[in-house]
Each structure stands twice: as C-alpha cells, then as structure tokens.
C-alpha cells in the first residue's frame, strides 16, 4: 500500500466557495461540537492519500448540546462516503438546516482527485463544481492525522488512554479502540471543578479510516460519527468525476503559497 502526503486546501477552501454559491452566502464555518458541519467528515482527510484499500459505506454524523430552559439544539447529517483504489476520495451530504437549506435540502458532494490533481465541491441546487488544484509533496513530509487519533494529543497533560476489545457494533473490517478521558483541572481556565471530557474512537487498520467516534464535552455537548455498511469493492468510477450537466468553476486561488488552512478536524481527541 503506497501513501502520498499532500499539502492542500482542497476540501475545506473548495467547500466554502461551493458554500458561497449557495441561497444566503456562506455558513457559520461548523456548528455544533468539533467535527460537525458540511464538509467536515471525521473518518478522512484530503492530506493523506492512501492507495490499495478501496472501500465505500454509509455515515451519520449527529451532535447534540443542552442548553439553558430546557433547551437544546440537536443536528444530523447523514451521506455517502468512498475510496478507490488509487487513493481518490469521495462523499456527499444532504444539508436539512442552516443557511444553506433555507430554500430546501441541499446536497454537497466533495470529490478529491490526486490522480488528476484536483478537488471539487459540487453543489446540487447551483449545478456549480468548484474546482481547486492540488500538489503533492514528498512521501513523509505530512502525517495524516485526520485519518487516524493524533497520538500527540494522546499524551497531554490530564490524559488517560485505555484500550478498548469490544466495539459497539460489527463493521467487518479489522478494527482497533481506544478511549481518551482529558481532564482540566479546577482552577486552569478559571473553571471552579474539574471539566471532563472523554472520546471512544475506533479505527479501521486495514482501510486507515475511523469507523466510530464519540466525543461528550460538557462545555460543548456530544457528538458522534459513524460508518456502516462497509463494502471493500472498488466503487464505480463514475463517483469520482464531476457529473454532466455541471459547470465547472475555478476557485480563487489563497494569498501565499505557504499558506495553509486546516482541512476538516480530525476525530474529537479529548
């Protein structure tokens, strides 16, 4: 299995000109705990390119936060993700609420291409792909911790890693668990207890993907990420192509070569 580390903006800057287009402008840049949002799929990363595992699956991607009174604010998005073979990248959403659903679901599909050197964000509702180039570097000059838990943070102060041996369903594909428990101890951000947060993360070896993650905060609520129905066949071809009827359109290019803007957050890691 060969991996190409790639320093790109692909997905996050592609999507939100694809945001742009959309009724009412951008989005708030993510709602909701770490890891939720359009175009914030914790289980991949447009940086890493793993070739040899083509896999496919269903997501959901939910949070929940209570909040005062009674209230609470409860968010869904479920979609389509996939790999092929030679390490391209696909998935979709339906969007239900926010800006971008104001005059109805909208449907954003994200394609990263390294093969061709492209990625995309096709917008259902505009027919717009907003393409972005991509450029590869050499092999080891980035980790791809977007793919799997970032084992620096494991060892932060406050931290406790436990391995997990019983996962909370069955995906068919190897798999690895842990859970992560961060505690801020009274006093360290002015908070008058201590604030415990705790993750479950299971990644799937073979494929280099998150299959479940689970993150509870109490500042910020819970959110959880999950994959099902996994199919390790190569996907169509097809997934990967912009589709008739789309006009493709350029985004505008960022100030600096250097500069580079995260990609969607990794799994939540406290």
Same mark, same amino acid.
């Given at each position: 299995?060969?991996?190409?580390?790639?320093?790109?903006?692909?997905?996050?800057?592609?999507?939100?000109?694809?945001?742009?287009? =959309?009724?009412?402008?951008?989005?708030?840049?993510?709602?909701?705990?770490?890891?939720?949002?359009?175009?914030?799929?914790?289980?991949?990363?447009?940086?890493?390119?793993?070739?040899?595992?083509?896999?496919?699956?269903?997501?959901?991607?939910?949070?929940?936060?209570?909040?005062?009174?009674?209230?609470?604010?409860?968010?869904?998005?479920?979609?389509?993700?996939?790999?092929?073979?030679?390490?391209?990248?696909?998935?979709?959403?339906?969007?239900?609420?926010?800006?971008?659903?104001?005059?109805?679901?909208?449907?954003?599909?994200?394609?990263?291409?390294?093969?061709?050197?492209?990625?995309?964000?096709?917008?259902?509702?505009?027919?717009?792909?907003?393409?972005?180039?991509?450029?590869?570097?050499?092999?080891?000059?980035?980790?791809?911790?977007?793919?799997?838990?970032?084992? =620096?943070?494991?060892?932060?102060?406050?931290?406790?890693?436990? =391995?997990?041996?019983?996962?909370?369903?069955?995906?068919?594909?190897?798999?690895?668990?842990?859970?992560?428990?961060?505690?801020?101890? /009274?006093?360290?951000?002015?908070?008058? /207890?201590?604030?415990?947060?705790?993750?479950?993360?299971?990644?799937?070896?073979?494929?280099?993907?998150?299959?479940?993650?689970?993150?509870?905060?109490?500042?910020?609520?819970?959110?959880?990420?999950?994959?099902?129905?996994?199919?390790?066949?190569?996907? =169509?071809?097809?997934?990967?192509?912009?589709?008739?009827?789309?006009?493709?359109?350029?985004?505008? /290019?960022?100030?600096?070569?250097?500069?580079?803007?995260?990609?969607?957050?990794?799994?939540?890691?406290?």
């Amino acid at each position: 299995m060969k991996r190409v580390s790639l320093i790109t903006a692909a997905v996050l800057f592609v999507s939100i000109s694809g945001y742009a287009q =959309a009724p009412g402008g951008p989005p708030h840049g993510g709602f909701g705990p770490p890891g939720f949002g359009p175009g914030r799929l914790p289980g991949m990363h447009p940086g890493k390119v793993v070739t040899g595992a083509p896999y496919s699956g269903n997501f959901t991607d939910t949070s929940s936060q209570t909040l005062p009174d009674n209230n609470s604010i409860n968010r869904s998005t479920k979609g389509t993700a996939a790999r092929d073979g030679q390490g391209r990248t696909y998935f979709t959403e339906t969007i239900t609420n926010g800006p971008l659903a104001q005059n109805g679901p909208t449907t954003l599909t994200f394609i990263f291409d390294p093969v061709a050197g492209y990625s995309y964000v096709l917008n259902s509702n505009t027919k717009i792909a907003s393409r972005r180039t991509i450029k590869a570097h050499n092999e080891g000059s980035e980790s791809g911790p977007h793919e799997h838990p970032d084992e =620096a943070k494991d060892a932060r102060p406050g931290t406790t890693v436990t =391995a997990l041996s019983t996962p909370p369903m069955s995906w068919g594909v190897n798999v690895t668990g842990k859970q992560i428990t961060h505690t801020i101890p /009274a006093g360290a951000i002015g908070n008058t /207890a201590p604030i415990v947060s705790t993750s479950q993360i299971w990644y799937a070896t073979d494929l280099q993907i998150v299959v479940y993650s689970a993150h509870t905060d109490p500042r910020m609520g819970t959110s959880t990420y999950s994959l099902s129905n996994i199919s390790t066949a190569e996907p =169509a071809a097809s997934l990967f192509q912009v589709p008739a009827g789309y006009t493709v359109q350029d985004a505008p /290019a960022f100030g600096g070569e250097h500069r580079r803007p995260h990609g969607p957050p990794p799994p939540p890691q406290e």
